[in-house]
């Protein structure tokens, strides 16, 4: 299977994951919106290493690229107005994209977004990255790992987002270090953040049980080794999906849901046609990016 038909796939491969998701998802941002409280200052970093060495733990199908796992991390950021804003953009090097966004009929602030790239080293260890086979003896490298800040020019607001969208060839190190970069810029500019967080990838079923039990024990792996306590639970037997909220004391980052404290989405979703499993781990919830419902 070529990349580009590879990334097609894991796309439309998500739609559904991501749907099951938003089941679990909105009662815990209802939760979130009604918990209030100050932003974490909580670094992102750990987390993400910790995440990263569940999301190793499940089998990768032989059909997608690369180690099969793509990776999204988002920062909702608090207490910047529109020149601190821009000063935190300035700390990460991004620029002014072409266009900005106007919400209907003047309900919404307009936006601007800045858009950049933070550079990180990568082990090219034979990794496939673009189109291109890397060199298969280790060396470090640079990788530009894409950044996005969507930032309300109204003076009034105070809130601003940022999401990363790192290529496959970073490795977790690197991905930490955008990660404290990006944080030190909020803190320098005078804000203050919290952190979300998904990592997808496809994996084979298993062919010798049912497809619902397929499903189940995916993640039976990653369950015991995060001590996850289950919170809440949805299943579509029909549309072979399943979502689970849960909570692990490993992780730092959490949130209310249902009045119970969670920090973990755990979602799976066999696909009809290729017979694969698509999975999705979030953190605290499964998120998404501000510009595409991937």
């Given at each position: ?42 670094s ?20 997608t ?33 072409d ?19 933070i ?15 890397t ?14 800040m ?25 991905l ?96 009809s ?22």
């Amino acid at each position: 299977m070529s990349r580009q038909a590879a990334v097609r796939r894991t796309r439309k491969g998500l739609m559904p994951v991501m749907l099951a998701a938003i089941v679990l998802i909105v009662g815990a941002a209802v939760a979130a919106k009604q918990h209030g409280g100050s932003k974490s200052q909580v670094s992102a970093a750990e987390d993400l290493q910790y995440v990263w060495s569940l999301a190793d733990m499940i089998p990768t199908s032989t059909a997608t690229v690369s180690n099969g796992h793509h990776w999204l991390l988002r920062y909702d950021v608090d207490g910047m107005r529109s020149g601190q804003a821009l000063r935190a953009a300035g700390l990460l090097g991004l620029h002014k994209a072409d266009a900005s966004t106007e919400g209907a009929a003047g309900q919404q602030a307009e936006t601007d977004t800045y858009v950049g790239t933070i550079d990180t080293d990568t082990e090219s260890a034979g990794i496939i990255d673009g189109d291109a086979d890397t060199n298969t003896n280790n060396s470090s490298q640079q990788t530009a790992v894409e950044v996005s800040m969507l930032i309300h020019t109204d003076h009034n607001s105070t809130s601003s987002v940022i999401v990363v969208k790192p290529p496959s060839s970073v490795g977790v190190d690197g991905l930490q270090t955008v990660a404290n970069t990006i944080e030190q810029a909020v803190h320098e500019a005078g804000g203050q953040y919290e952190y979300s967080f998904r990592v997808s990838g496809t994996a084979a079923p298993d062919n010798t049980v049912d497809k619902m039990q397929s499903l189940k024990q995916l993640f039976t792996d990653v369950v015991a080794k995060s001590d996850a306590v289950l919170v809440e639970n949805y299943e579509d037997k029909e549309g072979m999906t399943i979502s689970e909220s849960r909570f692990s004391p490993h992780i730092e980052r959490t949130m209310k849901t249902g009045g119970k404290t969670s920090n973990l989405q755990l979602t799976v979703h066999l696909d009809s046609e290729s017979t694969a499993l698509d999975w999705v781990i979030g953190v605290p919830v499964i998120t998404g990016d501000y510009t595409e419902a991937d």
